[in-house]
């Protein structure tokens, strides 16, 4: 798992072309200015909009309340990483490592989908705009969780190869 302000982080997306334009794509949804940003903040809770790139990556734009954290929806991907990024509103993800989780649901790979029962052994992180969340297979995450009261968040989910990503320490 990695977080950062996407103002504080463009070298990391200078790895390869597909990431240079996910990067641009991301700091377009976050320039007020911008149609992207328009489109986005339009969205109504339930609405969603795809966009694809290159590479095999897609974005996925979308619109939703925040829920309780006994509502959470624990899962992980396989080929896919998550880029996770809110235009709009703000929510908690709760993350585990996934060596620390029973598996509830096993891999759908026609969804890249696994699906957890909620661990004790989870941390938790606040998105708000411009904020990054990148979550790698390792990374059991549910999102969308209120931080005091329900809310409208809209925002971005860009789903990228994991051969395109090297998270290096």
């Known amino acids: ?25 991301l700091w377009e949804a976050i320039d007020e200015e911008s149609e992207v940003f328009a489109r986005i903040s339009n969205l109504k809770a339930g609405e969603t909009f795809e966009i694809y790139f290159d590479g095999g990556a897609k974005a996925i734009e979308q619109a939703y309340l925040t829920k309780t954290p006994q509502e959470a929806f624990y899962e992980s991907h396989q080929a896919m990483v998550d880029f996770q990024m809110l235009i709009n509103g703000k929510e908690i993800f709760f993350v585990s490592p996934h060596s620390l989780c029973e598996i509830k649901t096993p891999l759908d790979s026609t969804k890249d989908l696994i699906e957890y029962h909620k661990s004790p052994y989870t941390s938790s992180i606040l998105l708000f705009r411009g904020n990054l969340a990148v979550f790698e297979s390792i990374d059991v995450h549910a999102g969308g969780i209120s931080v005091n009261t329900s809310e409208l968040v809209q925002k971005v989910v860009v789903k990228i190869p994991k051969e395109l990503i090297k998270l290096n320490f």
């Open 1 to 25: 798992m990695f977080v950062g302000y996407l103002p504080d982080i463009i070298s990391k997306f200078k790895k390869n072309e597909v990431l240079t334009k996910v990067f641009g794509y």
